[in-house]
């Protein structure tokens, strides 16, 4: 996907720049990375999504309605009918969250793949994914700067590797519950959901919102990629079976589930080339 520009972001959202950044008063005397992110950047979300302004470095807070969740400080305003998210993270933050990602183990197996939470949150994650595409509203070199302090390959490789435990996790169990159709269908499921996300990351995604892997998916699909574009057309016709006719006969379920299993092998096997 290609960017969006500044320019192109505020058309997008029908606000004027100065409006959006004087709700937090902030100027170019601000000594911080000051940059949108969010789905609108990555072209997933609606005119109805919310705006996610981060500034990160320096400042504080000046609206009145504010939260704080894990390292960082959120203000929340309203323009017009749209909520805008300012979220502040500090230096600090930042030097404990790239030394978290340097010292993650990469290795197959490893003991950091077991849980994302054990190692990284899951807001830590989205935020250097939000860091990795966002793009700045003043200050441009300043993002760059903060860009430049995270590896997002090693980020990728790691979530791969936390996904591919998962798929590992999911085959297992389905071997095991051939007999029990109601389980057997939800595992399924999450066995395709696990797989769309390893491939997702071992093409270089750092993106870990659940509701957006068939948007991550498509986006592949339509950058050429024939591999993706092969699994989505299998996802889809996998993800909604008749699931009432699978529990009544066996030997169907059976079929599906093979299936399921047989196309994230596929898969699996892409990913380990």
């Not at 911080?32 to 992110?37: D, G, K, M």
Request: proline share 2%; glycine share 8%.
């Amino acid at each position: 996907m290609t960017q969006p520009s500044r320019d192109e972001l505020m058309n997008l959202l029908g606000v004027d720049l100065g409006h959006l950044l004087a709700l937090e008063s902030l100027t170019p005397a601000i000594e911080a990375a000051v940059f949108l992110s969010g789905s609108l950047v990555e072209g997933m979300g609606n005119a109805f999504s919310d705006i996610d302004v981060f500034v990160v470095g320096g400042g504080e807070p000046t609206g009145t309605s504010l939260h704080k969740a894990g390292d960082a400080l959120f203000s929340v305003h309203m323009l017009g009918k749209r909520r805008v998210d300012f979220e502040y993270w500090s230096e600090a933050s930042v030097e404990v969250l790239a030394a978290k990602l340097a010292a993650l183990d990469l290795k197959e197996g490893g003991r950091d793949n077991v849980m994302m939470e054990r190692r990284m949150t899951e807001d830590e994650i989205v935020f250097l994914h939000r860091v990795r595409t966002g793009v700045a509203l003043m200050h441009d070199g300043r993002l760059d700067r903060l860009r430049s302090r995270f590896d997002f390959r090693r980020l990728s490789r790691w979530l791969l590797e936390v996904k591919i435990r998962e798929v590992d996790d999911a085959l297992e169990d389905l071997y095991g519950m051939m007999e029990q159709p109601d389980v057997a269908l939800m595992r399924a499921r999450e066995l395709l959901n696990s797989t769309c996300d390893a491939f997702c990351h071992y093409r270089g995604s750092t993106n870990i919102r659940r509701k957006w892997r068939t948007r991550i998916l498509g986006q592949l699909v339509a950058s050429g990629d024939e591999e993706a574009r092969k699994f989505e057309q299998r996802f889809w016709e996998l993800q909604f079976p008749d699931g009432a006719r699978l529990r009544q006969r066996p030997e169907d379920l059976k079929a599906y589930l093979e299936t399921c299993i047989r196309l994230c092998n596929q898969l699996t096997d892409v990913i380990e080339e």
